[in-house]
Structure formats: structure tokens, C-alpha cells
């Protein structure tokens, strides 16, 4: 079992830079990959970034390549989503994703709303 917690979504102008943040806990962190998805008003979730176990393997949307960094701190059980020069578009509920043994754990998501 894992459970996750995403916190640092707020509202920020365009331009702007947050950082999200997913604490985990349950299985060992260090163990399994991560991901972030997000979900705007009437749209699927989508996929926004991944990183392997040991941050060695990432990979991004084109839409945020350049523009957002994910990291992860295993001694800390934290992952995190730096996000910068924000646009409108980006605006969405941002999730916490881990894949362990073939089971997709989901954290309930933290609101970004990019204003003009």
C-alpha cells in the first residue's frame, strides 16, 4: 500500500513559479517510481512528468518540457514538481502517481490556477 499527499498548489499570475510537493508513505519510497498527472475543468487527466526509483530515468509532456522539473528526495519520501514560467493553460488539479506491482496509487490532487 502507498498512500500520497500532494500539497503547494495555489493561485499564482502567469509567469510565476510554484513547487508541488507529494509526501508518501507505506511502501518504501526509494522503491518505486512517481509521476505527476493533471486534470483541467472538463478535461481526461493527463500525464505531466515521471521519475524511476532512483531519478536516474524522467521524462515529460512536451508541453512542460523546459518549464517544469520533477525530483524526487527519497531520504525524505518526497517527490516534487518544480514549475515555472506558469502559462494559463496550466492551470488544472495536479496528482501525485506511484505504479507499484502493477497498481496505480493516486494522492486527491492540489488545485494550480495560473491567472492573467
Known amino acids: 500500500q502507498v498512500q500520497l499527499v500532494e500539497s503547494g498548489g495555489e493561485l499564482v499570475q502567469a509567469g510565476g513559479s510554484l513547487r508541488l510537493s507529494c509526501a508518501a508513505s507505506g511502501r518504501t519510497f526509494g522503491s518505486y517510481g512517481m509521476a505527476w498527472f493533471r486534470q483541467a475543468p472538463g478535461k481526461e487527466r493527463e500525464f505531466v512528468a515521471s521519475?524511476?526509483?532512483?531519478?536516474?530515468?524522467?521524462s515529460y509532456t512536451d508541453s512542460v518540457r523546459g518549464r517544469f522539473t520533477i525530483s524526487r528526495d527519497n531520504a525524505k519520501n518526497t517527490g516534487y514538481l518544480q514549475m515555472n514560467s506558469l502559462r494559463l493553460e496550466d492551470t488544472a488539479v495536479y496528482y501525485c502517481?506511484?505504479?507499484?506491482?502493477?497498481?496505480?496509487?493516486w494522492g486527491r490532487g492540489t488545485q494550480v490556477t495560473v491567472s492573467s
Open positions: 521519475i524511476s526509483f532512483n531519478g536516474d530515468r524522467i
Open positions: 502517481n506511484a505504479r507499484v506491482l502493477a497498481t496505480n496509487y
